[in-house]
């Protein structure tokens, strides 16, 4: 075996690695939902107004209507409009929420909240709100639905704490129109404040009393404001 064959078989080796992996296929992309709320592109509604004047002076009203009904599309999206004519029907959304890998049990709470338990932590997640809406898009407009879910195998009431978002917004932000329903029982500042006095009421006598009295040392030390 001779140095030049060698030296071709090392790169042929590194090119295999660096190709991640000879003969192995690339693990496809897991689809993203539908986005809005991104204001309209400038360039790309120039382009379509283009479009549409050349689709007039050649007669095509056709070509007219799609681009002026693209530029509709693009304002509704950017002002977070969900279409009334396209609401997710709800049976067949119940469904399709249930194929998704986590989920146990998806019920309606109004024509807009969707809410579903899963069974466990790690499918209580945004990449779970992901895969419920891109199971949905083939049956309307998903930015007409929030997605609730709720954990039932919950432990505590953190664990418990429903994660919601809309399908097609950043977690926080409201379609246009749309009111945010209470879902939890127990708000969070609540909780917080609950377990606060957990943990306070764990100290021993000890520890409450070295708190006090690093309290009235704080007190004599800060200088009063009618000084």
């Known amino acids: 075996m001779n140095s030049h064959f060698l030296q071709s078989m090392v790169v042929g080796l590194l090119a295999c690695g660096l190709l991640a992996g000879c003969g192995k296929d690339p693990q496809p992309a897991e689809p993203r939902p539908q986005q809005a ?7 790309e509604t120039a382009a379509r107004l283009a479009a549409a004047r ?16 693209a530029m509709q599309e693009d304002f509704r999206k950017s002002i977070r409009l969900a279409d009334p004519s396209r609401r997710v029907d709800r049976e067949q959304a119940r469904a399709a ?8 049990s998806v019920v309606w709470l109004d024509h807009e909240n969707l809410f579903a338990t899963v069974e466990s932590a790690d499918a209580r997640s945004f990449q779970t709100i992901d895969r419920i809406c891109v199971a949905l898009e083939p049956l ?9 879910l709720q954990n039932s195998s919950a432990r505590n009431s953190d664990e418990l704490a429903t994660l919601s978002r809309n399908c097609q917004l950043a977690p926080g932000e409201r379609a246009f129109l749309s009111r945010e329903r209470k879902i939890d029982v127990v708000d969070a500042q609540t909780r917080a404040q609950h377990k606060a006095n957990q943990r306070l009421s764990q100290q021993s006598p ?22």
């Open 37 to 43: 709320g991104q204001p309209m592109s400038p360039a």
């Open 54 to 69: 050349g689709a007039a002076l050649r007669g095509d009203q056709a070509a007219v209507q799609e681009q002026m009904e």
């Open 97 to 104: 929420a249930r194929t998704v890998p986590g989920v146990r």
């Open 140 to 148: 309307g407009d998903t930015l007409g639905v929030v997605v609730n």
């Open 206 to 227: 000890e520890d409450l009393e070295r708190q006090a009295e690093s309290l009235r040392i704080l007190e004599k030390s800060t200088p009063s404001v009618h000084d």
